[in-house]
């Protein structure tokens, strides 16, 4: 079946519109006409090869929400017109420990929605900058918000889940000190969970112009980091430290403000690494650093049924699939509040596409 999408034949060139080919759906299959798909600063990473072993044409996209078209014969959990989600995982090898245990985000044989090796044309997984998308059932979420929240709740499969994984993991709530670094699409989102599981939350940015979103968002309080004082006032404070930046910074100005036995969870992905921290920073305090990645396909279930339950959403910005490149650039500058999310229904919209 071919489908209008948006991606890249190279790491150097903008994304275009094109066509490709989605399989029929087998058995066990979910077909999914795609309504929404936020925009993660991964598919930047992956779209211009700043992690290794893109390959093209990369369509990127693996925060989907839609209806279901379509189901295969055997298909128990799903039917045609379920309001329904994909986020970064499509398939994994259903045997091993990890996906015993529900954690197939850490299955070796992961199936990353996009970029991943399929027998599917053209020889690898292509993501949600697209019409439809046809996914194992395993792999699909049920979405219980009201279809008027719909685009918002996209961002929850990738965001949301990448918060609230170590949120739930680290066992946060009432009478918890939280501290969320980074106010954008992951930060925003860890303050409104770490705030409805009844947890202080403290969150910390480098910009003071930020100080009454972050209040607005559900901190209690928040510390502008460059502010040597105000990061003294929360040494040995805090429980637990969400730490979601995505480029190089001083892990030890955070780890201090930790508790004994607290934790700092790293779920930023940075395309260099973090300077080493200073190891006594940690072993006098018997503190911990960490880090988590997405979550598995139940605890993916758990997050949008509690965000349903307390009315979260992410903060979005809707765009059309024309403007994804000026939402690249955007992104780059810290210039979104705070996650865009593309309208599928301009895909193809009178646009030549590369076949």
């Known amino acids: 079946m071919s489908i209008h999408a948006y ?23 979910v077909q999914i006409d795609i309504a929404f798909c936020g925009v993660c600063h991964s598919d930047i990473h992956t779209v211009r090869a700043e992690w290794a072993g893109t390959q093209y044409p990369c369509v990127p996209g693996h925060e ?3 209806r279901v078209s379509a189901v295969g014969a055997q298909v128990t959990h799903h039917k045609v017109g379920d309001l329904v989600g994909v986020g970064c995982m499509v398939d994994s090898c259903q045997h091993c420990a990890e996906c015993n245990d529900g954690l197939e985000n850490y299955c070796d044989h992961l199936v990353a929605t ?12 292509l993501g949600g900058y697209s019409q439809q998308v046809v996914v194992h059932e395993r ?26 994984s170590p949120l739930r993991h680290w066992k946060v709530g009432p009478g918890h000190k939280v501290g969320v670094v980074g106010i954008g699409g992951l930060g925003h989102m860890g303050i409104k969970l770490a705030r409805a599981m009844g947890a202080h939350v403290v969150a910390f940015t480098t910009s003071e112009s930020k100080r009454d979103a972050a209040k607005a968002l559900g901190a209690h ?52 690494p973090h300077p080493s921290p200073q190891v006594f920073n940690l072993i006098l305090k018997r ?39 000026e939402a690249y650039e955007r992104m780059l500058k810290g210039d979104v509040k705070y996650r865009f999310v593309i309208d599928s229904a301009s895909l193809g919209n009178n646009q030549p596409a590369r076949a």
Not at 17 to 26: F, L
């Open 114 to 125: 996009y970029n991943s090796p399929t027998t599917d044309a053209p020889g690898h997984t």
């Open 64 to 66: 989907i929400v839609g």
């Open 287 to 325: 503190r911990s650093l960490a880090g988590s990645v997405i979550g598995g396909i139940p605890e993916t279930q758990e997050m949008l049924d509690f965000c349903a339950e307390h009315g979260i959403v992410s903060d979005i910005e809707m765009i059309r699939a024309d403007q994804i490149n």
């Open 221 to 272: 309080e928040v510390v502008v980091s460059r502010n040597a004082d105000e990061m003294a006032a929360h040494t040995k404070r805090l429980d637990f430290i969400l730490n979601t930046v995505a480029a190089p910074h001083d892990l030890d100005a955070f780890l201090v403000l930790l508790k004994r036995d607290g934790t700092m969870t790293l779920v930023g992905a940075p395309a260099s």
């Open 139 to 164: 792999y699909v979420l049920r979405v219980r918000h009201p279809e008027t929240q719909l685009a918002a709740v996209a961002p929850l499969l990738c965001a949301g889940i990448t918060t609230y």
């Open 7 to 29: 991606g890249a034949i190279a790491a150097d060139q903008s994304l275009e519109p094109m066509r490709i080919t989605r399989r029929e759906p087998g058995a066990h299959d």
